[in-house]
């Protein structure tokens, strides 16, 4: 991917301005395609992926064939949490679920710039620490919520981590995202487009009443854009 493209990574954003430039002098900004892996569980983790654009879900496998994620991520942080907290491989499969387009930068060039920029670090560890309060969210969310909520919370993050009210995603990757039956999720995407909060078509939703989707979703939604909402404290280093 070639040309101007708007920053949105988060931890792009929240950090000094010339450790932006080291960082954008490093990347290379790739597109994010559907269903494209990014690495493998258990690989060694040779760059670190900051999405500007896209939803990226890290899938567990289970043994009998079946898979679900374990979170979802897109602009608020970045791909490769094994490495800021000392790990050097991959524990789940990066599988992206809503196109884009993000920023690879090798795990050498990032050393240098943390080493160089230490509000490189404070803003990847922010985003670790955001992250673990995303997942035990999900916990609770997970047991306690009806598949509706569950769905419609899904649906508000991907809209919040795209630039447009009409993304692709399809039902199947909904469902293997949440673990749920597909017929379930249709059952729900038809609910919702019935109230009129979205419409779907050819593997493309299109958020058509935010206000309506965002009545059918949990207040799991609300805690968690909170937490990642908490303005950066900007180092001067």
């Known amino acids: 991917m070639t040309g101007d493209f708007d920053v949105q990574n988060r931890i792009f954003l929240d950090i000094r301005p010339e450790a932006l430039e080291f960082l954008e002098s490093k990347a290379v900004v790739k597109r994010l395609t559907q269903d494209q892996v990014l690495y493998e569980e258990g690989e060694l983790v040779s760059h ?4 500007h654009e896209g939803v990226v879900s890290l899938m567990a496998s289970m043994e009998d064939g079946r898979s679900v994620a374990k979170v979802s991520l897109g602009k608020e942080g970045f791909v490769g949490i094994a490495y800021i907290l000392g790990g050097g491989h991959a524990d789940s499969q990066p599988v992206v679920k809503v196109p884009g387009y993000a920023s690879w930068i090798s795990i050498e060039a990032l050393d240098a710039a943390i080493e ?3 509000c490189v670090r404070d803003a990847m560890m ?11 969210e999900s916990v609770a969310c997970n047991s306690l919520h009806k598949a509706e909520q569950r769905i419609a919370r899904w649906l508000l993050e991907a809209h919040d981590r795209v630039n447009t009210d009409a993304f692709q995603i399809t039902q199947n990757s909904v469902s293997e995202v949440l673990g749920l039956r597909r017929a379930t999720v249709s059952a729900v995407c038809n609910a919702l487009m019935n109230k009129g909060a979205l419409s779907y078509s050819r593997g493309t939703v299109t958020v058509a009443e935010r206000r309506l989707l965002e009545d059918s979703a949990c207040e799991c939604y609300d805690r968690i854009r909170r937490e990642y909402q908490h303005p950066p404290v900007i180092r001067t280093r």
Do not use: C, E, G, N
């Open 48 to 51: 670190a992926i900051f999405p």
């Open 116 to 118: 160089k920029y230490p």
């Open 126 to 136: 922010r985003y670790a620490r955001s992250l673990t309060v995303q997942l035990m």
